[in-house]
């Protein structure tokens, strides 16, 4: 048989079947050789994961308007720079954090269905090259009994 094409798998393709994507939740450990990389590391990681929850917001809330009575007495000018200063930036860094958590998650439930669809989009090829080779088999043979059906001209 005649082979028409020849099918050269991509190295990708087999990367894919080794390695998954990688998560949030993987990167999170860190395992550099210097210890204070990894202590850093650890004790921000720590420090966020407290902070960013909706408890660390209303602590934070509750905290702010402890300071707000002595700001309304002061007047205006000391309103406006608790609400900026203390207010928001005590709420909204753990109101932040949180929502960055929920977009991490989503973007890792993402990376796993294009995982996925990469996968099955490779299986899908493989299927289609089979396909093909059965095809190149078929019309290898058709040309075969073609070419015996024709008379041979002398030469």
């Known amino acids: 048989m005649n082979k028409i094409y020849e099918y050269v798998r991509h190295p990708r393709a087999d990367e894919l079947r080794v390695s998954p994507p990688v998560t949030t939740r993987q990167i999170r450990r860190v395992n550099h050789p210097n210890i204070f990389v990894r202590f850093n590391a650890r004790f921000g990681l720590k420090i966020t994961l407290a ?83 059965a095809q190149d088999a078929a019309i290898s043979d058709i040309l075969t009994r073609l070419e015996a059906l024709v008379p041979k001209e002398p030469v």
């Not at 509750?62 to 007047?75: D, E, H």
């Not at 973007?107 to 289609?128: C, F, P, Q």
């Open 51 to 133: 902070v960013g929850t909706m408890w660390c917001a209303y602590v934070f809330t509750i905290l702010a308007l402890f300071a707000l009575p002595s700001a309304i007495t002061q007047g205006t000018y000391f309103v406006i720079v608790w609400l900026s200063s203390s207010f928001l930036q005590l709420v909204l860094l753990p109101i932040i954090i949180v929502g960055q958590n929920i977009q991490a998650k989503a973007a890792d439930r993402r990376s796993e269905d294009t995982y996925k669809d990469a996968e099955a989009v490779l299986h899908e090829a493989a299927e289609i090259q089979a396909h093909l080779l």
